[in-house]
């Protein structure tokens, strides 16, 4: 078969001849229809994720929609341990794996699960979220920020900040369910406070910045609470800031913080898919959206780097269609 292949973590992958996935008793092989480009998969391409081993080569891709043997399209997310899905034949785990809606289209679906799945379990599964509550979405510029302000405003928040550094995407955002917007791309001592004003008061932080922006965004958003005693959820969820803070002692003895992680391990992979359908079939309805950008898998090398307009996820699909 076709695949796209990582030889060497300083370099995208290439489309090429590699051995096709042997079919098992408990896991059947996929034609794959689509699989789309994640912040995850590059960091997997790039050996930087925390489930890298290191080992060379391999196929990126953690998850696609791909056609079983009698026909049928599902949805799933690959087992660690199994190639990775940009390829033209991938296998699968029928326990992470779910059936598509009717109606649903494939590339979109491949375009905004991973996304949108970060925030959806994290509010679902990791916290009792309830209808009236309020968020603070840092890092809300990127597309599973872009996700998440739409899943909070669906699943009841009543107020939902939403803060990043890119202009252009955070005047979109007041249109997808924003009740404010905080721009992080200028001063930094007069951005937080704005932040801390407008954030004082949130139950839940969903963070995918971690690093810097983190750092000052604690103290800046615990320090103006009302009632400091007033339980506040810090999920984090990514670090495209930077893996580490410094977090002073301090700041979790003077208010209520309660913070966690969203992810694998912190959540089972039985809990993730079970997840899976009710949020295809948002995304089917068109409660939340994507922009997907289909790519044929053999022009995976060229997109791998070229610059996407904002919102927009590549989806490689490996038919060309």
Do not use: C
């Not at 973590?9 to 079919?23: G, I, T």
């Not at 803060?163 to 992080?184: I, K, M, N, Y």
């Amino acid at each position: 078969m076709h695949a796209a292949v990582v030889r060497s973590f300083d370099r995208p992958p290439r489309f090429e001849e590699f051995a096709a996935p042997v079919p098992a008793a408990d896991k059947p092989v996929v034609e794959m229809v689509a699989a789309g480009l994640h912040p995850r998969v590059r960091s997997g391409a790039d050996g930087t994720h925390y489930t890298s081993d290191g080992r060379l080569p391999l196929i990126p891709g953690i998850d696609g929609v791909g056609r079983l043997p009698d026909g049928r399209l599902v949805y799933f997310v690959a087992a660690d341990e199994d190639p990775g899905t940009m390829a033209e034949q991938a296998l699968v785990d029928p326990r992470r794996a779910v059936p598509l809606p009717d109606g649903a289209d494939p590339v979109t679906i491949a375009a905004a699960m991973n996304p949108a799945m970060s925030s959806w379990v994290a509010l679902r599964r990791r916290i009792t979220f309830k209808p009236g509550q309020s968020v603070l979405v840092l890092g809300a510029t990127g597309n599973a920020g872009r996700m998440a302000v739409q899943i909070a405003r669906h699943l009841g928040a009543d107020r939902i900040v939403a803060a990043g550094r890119d202009p252009l995407r955070l005047e979109l955002l007041s249109g997808l369910g924003a009740t404010d917007v905080v721009s992080l791309a200028g001063d930094p001592d007069k951005d937080f406070a704005r932040l801390g004003e407008a954030a004082a008061d949130v139950d839940v932080v969903i963070d995918y910045t971690w690093g810097g922006p983190t750092e000052r965004a604690l103290p800046a958003v615990l320090t103006r609470r009302t009632d400091r005693s007033a339980p506040l959820d810090w999920i984090q969820i990514g670090s495209l800031a930077g893996p580490e803070i410094t977090l002073p002692s301090a700041v979790l003895r003077a208010a209520n913080l309660r913070l966690m992680g969203s992810g694998q391990g912190s959540v089972t992979a039985r809990g993730i898919v079970a997840e899976l359908p009710s949020l295809m079939t948002e995304l089917t309805r068109g409660t939340i959206t994507a922009d997907a950008l289909p790519v044929p898998l053999s022009e995976v090398e060229q997109a791998w780097t070229a610059p996407v307009e904002p919102g927009r996820r590549i989806v490689f699909t490996p038919s060309g269609d």
